[in-house]
């Protein structure tokens, strides 16, 4: 798997390289010009460490967080295909993408004027009220280009625990991020989607994803195109509206499925917001949802934990100080099947 050779490679050669007589060569270059079994062989075993160290870190942040049964629970599901990935803007970071705030105030350098205004309604996490006003202020054409240069499918080189999605998730995969980061992630693991719908054509990802599941759903639409996008008030407000595609497709999707939010951060959005309907609307219980959070601080757990469930939602939390690293050992866990009782 590229992603753990090259963290495997990092480590190797961070040990410093070979110099003889002014000559220059990685450990790398050496052990595998000299020694491919040997490299190959090393790299198995650090492999198979790597592993079992991340199975301990996991079972260890999460037995002291409470969450360790979720996790066992989450893992079963996954096992017999019923989970479905729900992918936020946080898993693009790595990948240098910028938070959603960051690049609405990014979007500015011509109408400084309402970076105040803008800065002030992020902080009470209005943003689509943000969104909506710097897109009042620069028009139409100038946010439609300033999203496609900046996110479009040439901009972003997936990087980080992004690249070990296509290893656990091998169906239906959703998200609300403009970028390309998932993408190219599946492309490098030479598992790439059937199709990718957004915008308009999300009418038919119910139907096709009968036939060919192994699709990524765009629920927000994509950088290259403003059809179907979903990021300032009034876009929000259209694509959820009581008869919006996108309520059908969560309705359809998780009549069945339970999702699992990863790089999302969950407080009012209208995808809580629809979830939270949905359950009231349920006649049946629906399947649960789970979340991989960063731990929020004892004061405000029980009320985050109450929060999310109005939605069925049910996090499992990891340490805030690492979420790449905390992300990174989770997802090798979920490879392996889990963590073994």
């Known amino acids: ?4 050779r090259a963290r495997f490679l990092q480590e190797l050669n961070d040990e410093g390289d070979i110099d003889v007589r002014g000559l220059r060569w990685t450990r790398q270059e ?5 020694d491919p079994t040997a490299f190959s062989d090393l790299f198995s075993e650090w492999v198979g460490q790597e592993k079992i160290l991340a199975k301990e870190r996991v079972r260890a942040f999460l037995e002291e967080n409470g969450c360790l049964e979720r996790f066992k629970k989450l893992s079963k599901l996954l096992l017999s295909g019923s989970v479905v990935p729900f992918v936020g803007a946080g898993m693009s970071i790595p990948s240098e993408c910028k938070p959603w705030g960051e690049f609405l105030l990014s979007l500015l350098p011509d109408a400084p004027l309402i970076k105040n205004q803008v800065q002030d309604l992020l902080a009470k996490n209005l943003y689509e009220e943000a969104a909506q006003l710097v897109f009042d202020e620069v028009k139409e054409d100038i946010f439609t280009e300033e999203i496609h240069n900046r996110l479009g499918s040439r901009q972003k080189e997936a990087k980080g ?14 998200t609300t991020n ?3 980061v998932l993408s190219d992630a599946y492309r490098k693991a030479e598992n790439p989607f059937v199709e990718e719908f957004s915008g308009t054509f999300l009418n038919e990802a119910p139907v096709r994803l009968g036939t060919a599941p192994h699709c990524l759903l765009r629920i927000h639409g994509n950088a290259d195109s403003p059809n179907g996008r979903v990021l300032t008030k009034k876009e929000y407000e259209n694509a959820y509206n009581d008869s919006s595609t996108i309520r059908e497709i ?17 407080w009012t959005d209208r995808t809580y917001t629809s979830l939270c309907e949905i359950k009231a609307s349920s006649v049946v219980d629906p399947p649960r949802h789970y979340a991989f959070l960063p731990k929020p601080d004892e004061v405000d757990r029980n009320s985050r934990r109450i929060f999310l469930s109005h939605a069925n939602i049910h996090p499992i939390y990891y340490p805030p100080a690492d979420p790449s690293g905390s992300l990174e050992d989770m997802f090798i866990v979920l490879m392996e099947g889990g963590i073994d009782d």
């Not at 050496?30 to 000299?34: G, P, W």
């Not at 625990?161 to 959703?174: A, D, G, S």
């Open 1 to 4: 798997m590229e992603y753990l």
């Open 30 to 34: 050496i052990l595998e010009t000299m």
């Open 161 to 174: 625990p992004v690249l070990l999605l296509p290893y656990i998730f091998n169906r239906e995969v959703l």
């Open 178 to 180: 403009f970028d390309y």
């Open 250 to 266: 969560l309705k359809v999707i998780i009549g069945q499925k339970s999702l699992l939010f990863m790089g999302c951060s969950l």
